[in-house]
C-alpha cells in the first residue's frame, strides 16, 4: 500500500519518534521532501515552485483543506511562486509517520493539481 493511502492516527504526546532507519524507509516514499532540524526539532520540508503568486496561494489552500481533513498541519510559507511546506509533530516535538502520509498527500495534491 502507498504511504499516502494509510491514516494518519491521533498522536499522544508519548507516540514514538520515527527512528533514523524509518527515516531513510519514509523518504523514499516521499521524493523531494528533506529532514531539516529547526530548534531542536527534527522536521520535514520541502518547497513547490509554481508560474506566479495565484497558483501557489491556490496550492497552500488545497495544502490547508488537506490538513484540516487529516487534524494534522504544517507550516506553509507562500511567496511568489513557491510554497514551503514543513510537516513535524508538535506533540512529540519530532518526526511521526503521520508527517509522511501527509507529505505523500502534499505530493499527491501537487501532481493532480498541474494536471
Known amino acids: 500500500m502507498a504511504i499516502s493511502r494509510e491514516h494518519c492516527e491521533a498522536c499522544r504526546a508519548d507516540a514514538p519518534k520515527v527512528s533514523e532507519e524509518e527515516e531513510v524507509n519514509l523518504l523514499s516514499e516521499t521524493p523531494g521532501w528533506k529532514i531539516i532540524e529547526r530548534d531542536a526539532i527534527r522536521q520535514l520540508e520541502k518547497v513547490y515552485k509554481f508560474d506566479n503568486f495565484r497558483d501557489a496561494i ?58
Do not use: Y
Not at 488537506?66 to 514551503?84: D, I, Q, S
Not at 514543513?86 to 498541474?114: P, V, Y
Open 58 to 115: 491556490a496550492f497552500a489552500n488545497q495544502v490547508g483543506e488537506l490538513a484540516e481533513t487529516a487534524g494534522h498541519h504544517p507550516a506553509l510559507l507562500v511567496e511568489w511562486g513557491k510554497v514551503t511546506v514543513t510537516w513535524w509533530t508538535h506533540k512529540i516535538r519530532g518526526l511521526h509517520r503521520n508527517d509522511f502520509i501527509m507529505a505523500a498527500r502534499t505530493n499527491e495534491l501537487e501532481a493532480s493539481s498541474r494536471n
